[in-house]
């Protein structure tokens, strides 16, 4: 009796060993998932936080508010078009800052963008009442004095370190002593096109060439890609050529992008001759990385409706065809449209596969159709971050910044429309 308390005693102690061994095994792996998580969500802060405070700056733009005077001795009114625009400039430069040397002018208009005086050309051409006038404008700043006006570069450097000498910092400080500084919102970062000129670079050319190029591939995608799935998973017979096929797309979704790029080159390009650096050929070339992803997610989606669905329709007389677009496909259609937001969504932010098919060329105007040159948003950061001037730095964050703002509304319209369209069995 004693011999079996004794057994009974260490079996209890084996086994409230084991269980305490497994209680801490399974604490230790929900703190490694934990951890993970941590780790995980820090390294996310950080990438935001370091894009935000580069590029944050990129959305204010430093501008001067100049009184021009519109002479007539400058100014044909019968063609103002041939003016002496950098005459005109120079004047208001001088207006400006009171006690400027003669010789100082020339540097001295440089605080202004270059493009001064084709802004103020135009605007003169839209109200050519201004001839003879003083006309009041509010212009971007060159990039050197935009840092300056930021603290991006440091006034206190000594003079051989900066590219603004103290006499132009001088200069500058009237300005803003007269109140003829001011920091707006950047529009333009948004609605100009891109230029050589940091101060007055924008994404819209790369933004609208982004929307052609996916207007492309969701117009050939889309279509193509479910009537390939629905045709895999409901008709075609099962057999040793269904699943070579099925394999392949499966291996295609995996393939690297700049593959795509090297076959778009090779077809596209040199084969049929499609305009180089135009969104119709950057949208065939999304359409093929976007086709096997959502030919798998359309898949997914259609095993997910019930037999019942199936059964239920071919019990009241429908045909194949019929069971399939009246019943199975619209039930399958929030998470068909989920999958192809999600694979446009990743399609936008592709970079290698534009670059190859020329999409990173210089574009001063945002394209008027799919045929005509253009840029997208990733290859226009990736133009950014390789020029040497110092105000593409922060464009080049703020670029991101929009790019992971489209991303995100993307991903948002997808998750909206999985909770408002979906049926739960």
């Given at each position: 009796?004693?011999?079996?308390?004794?057994?009974?005693k260490?079996?209890k102690?084996?086994?409230?060993?084991?269980r305490?061994?497994?209680?801490?095994?399974?604490?230790?792996?929900?703190?490694?998932?934990?951890?993970?998580?941590?780790?995980?969500?820090?390294?996310?802060l950080?990438?935001?936080?370091?894009?935000s405070?580069g590029?944050?700056?990129a959305?204010?733009?430093?501008?001067?508010?100049?009184d021009?005077?519109?002479?007539?001795?400058?100014?044909?009114?019968?063609?103002?078009?041939?003016?002496?625009?950098?005459?005109?400039?120079?004047n208001g430069?001088?207006?400006?800052i009171?006690?400027i040397?003669?010789?100082?002018?020339r540097?001295?208009?440089?605080?202004?963008?270059?493009n001064?005086?084709?802004?103020?050309r135009?605007?003169v051409?839209a109200?050519?009442s201004?001839?003879?006038?003083?006309?009041?404008?509010?212009?971007?700043?060159?990039?050197?004095?935009?840092?300056?006006?930021?603290?991006?570069?440091?006034?206190?450097?000594?003079?051989?370190?900066?590219r603004?000498?103290?006499?132009?910092?001088?200069?500058?400080?009237?300005?803003?002593?007269?109140?003829?500084?001011?920091?707006?919102?950047?529009w333009?970062?948004?609605?100009?096109?891109?230029?050589r000129?940091?101060?007055?670079?924008?994404l819209?050319g790369a933004?609208?060439?982004?929307?052609?190029?996916?207007?492309?591939?969701f117009?050939?995608?889309?279509?193509?890609?479910?009537?390939?799935?629905?045709?895999?998973?409901?008709?075609?017979?099962?057999?040793?050529?269904?699943?070579v096929?099925?394999?392949?797309i499966?291996?295609l979704?995996a393939?690297p992008?700049?593959?795509?790029g090297?076959?778009?080159?090779?077809?596209?390009?040199?084969?049929?001759?499609l305009?180089?650096?135009?969104?119709?050929?950057g949208?065939?070339?999304?359409?093929?990385m976007?086709?096997?992803?959502?030919?798998?997610?359309t898949?997914?989606?259609?095993?997910s409706?019930?037999?019942?669905?199936?059964?239920a329709?071919?019990?009241?007389?429908?045909s194949?065809?019929?069971?399939?677009?009246h019943?199975?496909?619209?039930?399958?259609l929030?998470?068909?449209?989920?999958?192809?937001?999600?694979?446009?969504a990743?399609?936008?932010?592709?970079?290698?596969?534009?670059?190859?098919?020329?999409?990173?060329?210089?574009?001063?105007?945002?394209?008027?159709?799919?045929?005509?040159?253009?840029?997208?948003?990733?290859t226009?950061?990736?133009i950014?971050?390789?020029?040497?001037?110092?105000?593409?730095?922060?464009?080049?964050?703020?670029?991101?910044?929009?790019?992971?703002?489209?991303l995100?509304?993307?991903?948002?319209?997808?998750?909206?429309?999985?909770?408002?369209?979906?049926?739960?069995?």
């Open positions: 009796m004693t011999d079996m308390a004794a057994t009974l260490v079996q102690s084996a086994a409230e060993a084991m305490k061994r497994r209680y801490a095994a399974d604490a230790r792996l929900r703190w490694y998932g934990r951890t993970a998580i941590t780790v995980a969500i820090l390294l996310l950080t990438l935001l936080v370091t894009i405070a590029g944050y700056k959305f204010i733009q430093t501008h001067a508010t100049i021009f005077p519109i002479s007539e001795d400058l100014v044909d009114p019968a063609d103002p078009a041939k003016g002496n625009w950098r005459a005109v400039v120079r430069i001088e207006a400006a009171p006690g040397a003669a010789n100082e002018l540097k001295a208009q440089q605080i202004l963008t270059n001064t005086q084709f802004f103020l135009d605007a051409l109200d050519p201004v001839i003879g006038k003083t006309f009041t404008m509010k212009v971007p700043v060159s990039d050197p004095y935009d840092q300056i006006q930021k603290g991006v570069i440091s006034r206190d450097l000594p003079e051989d370190r900066r603004l000498s103290d006499r132009e910092i001088e200069w500058f400080d009237t300005l803003v002593s007269e109140g003829r500084i001011s920091t707006p919102f950047n333009g970062l948004l609605f100009n096109a891109d230029s000129f940091p101060e007055i670079a924008g819209s933004i609208v060439g982004s929307f052609y190029a996916l207007l492309v591939c117009l050939i995608s889309f279509p193509v890609g479910i009537a390939a799935a629905v045709y895999l998973e409901e008709f075609a017979p099962k057999n040793r050529i269904t699943d096929i099925e394999v392949n499966n291996n979704a393939v992008s700049i593959v795509f090297l076959l778009g080159l090779a077809v596209f390009l040199q084969i049929f001759g305009p180089r650096s135009a969104p119709l050929v949208g065939l070339v999304l359409s093929l976007t086709l096997p992803t959502i030919i798998i997610v898949r997914a989606a259609l095993k409706v019930p037999p019942s669905i199936r059964e329709a071919a019990g009241i007389g429908a194949p065809h019929q069971v399939i677009l019943h199975v496909l619209p039930l399958a929030p998470g068909i449209l989920t999958g192809t937001i999600i694979g446009l990743q399609a936008l932010g592709e970079t290698a596969p534009l670059l190859l098919i020329g999409m990173n060329a210089f574009i001063t105007s945002p394209p008027g159709g799919v045929m005509e040159a253009s840029t997208a948003l990733p226009q950061i990736f950014w971050a390789d020029s040497p001037e110092r105000g593409f730095v922060a464009r080049t964050s703020a670029g991101i910044m929009v790019l992971l703002g489209f995100l509304v993307m991903n948002a319209i997808a998750i909206f429309l999985r909770q408002r369209l979906e049926r739960r069995w």
